[in-house]
């Protein structure tokens, strides 16, 4: 899809399209002193990283539930959800340059996000309905360091 087709298919107002605009340009600028992303994916970043985001619409109906990003990188899909109006989002990643970089976007956009930096595996005691990650590990990986967040009804979603 194409980035209208995208707009459309995900009825994305225009001040979201412009917080996405802005959010796809600060990742180019920054990743060319610190690696967010690949820079292929750069050609097409609205089909390859925010349509990519934005299909977990389809399976958190419950903008106020509690969501974890885990090894969140550039902030996908944690950012692009909390520009289209998701509430209660948490941000983690161990690299201090990407928790930089994720600082200035939550400001620059007027986001709502809390943003941890650490190791998951030394996270204790925050619970989320929803867990997510992109391009972080292998599941079995993923699945581990899901155990400390999860509440008896988490529901896992790994892209």
Avoid: C
């Avoid at 600082?103 to 929803?130: A, C, P, S």
């Amino acid at each position: 899809l194409n980035k209208e087709e995208i707009l459309t298919k995900f009825s994305i107002h225009s001040r979201q399209e412009k917080n996405l605009q802005k959010y796809i340009d600060s990742i180019i600028k920054y990743n060319f002193h610190t690696n967010l992303v690949g820079k292929s994916t750069l050609a097409d970043p609205w089909s390859k990283h925010i349509l990519d985001s934005l299909q977990l619409i389809s399976f958190i109906k419950n903008k106020s539930h509690s969501i974890l990003d885990m090894g969140t990188g550039a902030g996908l899909p944690g950012v692009v959800l909390s520009i289209v109006g998701y509430k209660n989002i948490s941000l983690v990643d161990s690299n201090g340059k990407k928790i930089k970089f994720l600082k200035r976007i939550k400001d620059d956009l007027g986001l709502d996000l809390n943003i941890i930096i650490g190791r998951l595996e030394k996270i204790h005691n925050l619970k989320f309905d929803i867990i997510t990650s992109r391009a972080l590990a292998k599941l079995n990986i993923l699945f581990g360091y899901s155990q400390n967040f999860m509440k008896k009804n988490t529901v896992l979603i790994f892209l």
